[in-house]
């Protein structure tokens, strides 16, 4: 029996590889990844379970980083999934639970799909030309952390683009709610290009403030990027500055910090300019 990783892909339930709906309908058993990602804004696991033609049972991150053993239990006699949106491998806590399943000598077989991190070529920027990919989380009141701008300042220092990835925030609890155990959850929240923009600009006059050179300005040409791979895709290529003002639509978003660019990706990003 096998447990089976199966990536999504970006757009909407017919995204999935023939392959992959193959093993879904064959499978005892079928988990959705429900907290690293969503899929079409607004889509049910309804719909999902009608195209599939399969019950769907929703792991929240609870499930998936520590209670993993809910999800493998069983594998070993049926055939168990795991759907995770875009490619299996776009998240660590995906490379920890095929170890999980290998250590109980469960076979796992792994079924690719697009992701955002290849995906992200749509804008014209050369996809080997990225250097790492940071992660901006929202700040909230007394946390403002900014690791991810000596990150970003490595991949500019190389020339290299660097993507972006803005936070999500689902199935969060108050502290209260926590401290008094009462599983309140709180809106979910996605964290628009603008916002992670704004940031960017406060670390770099934080940065000058302290005598440092900052590695970007407000004037630093950005691209951002949402609902890749979607019917409402939307691109805008413009100024930092320019792109706090910018409403890109629903989530999810992410941006591009371009490195030295070609001559062929700057035309590229030139039909993105805002209209």
Known sequence: MV?????????????????????????KRVHLEAYTSILCYGLEK???????????????????????DEILNGADVDDVAMLVVGDPFGATTHADLVLRAKQRNIPVQVIHNASIMNAVGCCGLQLYNFGETVSIVMWLDGWEPDSYYDKIAN?????????????????????ENMMRGRKIYEPARYQSCAEACRQLITIA?????????????????????????????????????????IYMGPPLHCLIIPG??????????ATFAPS
């Open 3 to 27: 447990f089976y990783l199966i990536g999504l892909g970006l757009g909407n339930v017919e995204d999935i590889t023939v392959k992959g709906l193959n093993a879904v309908r064959k499978c």
């Open 46 to 68: 309804k719909q999902l379970e009608e195209f599939y033609g399969r019950e769907v049972i929703e792991a929240d991150r609870t499930m998936v980083e520590q209670n993993s």
């Open 155 to 175: 991949n500019v220092s190389k020339g290299y683009h660097t993507l972006c990835l803005l936070d999500i925030k689902t199935k969060e609890q108050s502290v």
């Open 205 to 245: 006059e934080r940065r000058k403030a302290a005598g440092e050179k900052p590695i970007y300005t407000e004037e630093t040409k950005v691209v951002g990027l949402a609902r890749v791979g979607w019917e409402d895709q939307k691109i805008v290529a413009c100024s930092m500055k320019e792109m706090t003002e």
């Open 260 to 269: 030295h660019t070609h001559p062929l990706e700057d035309d590229m990003l």
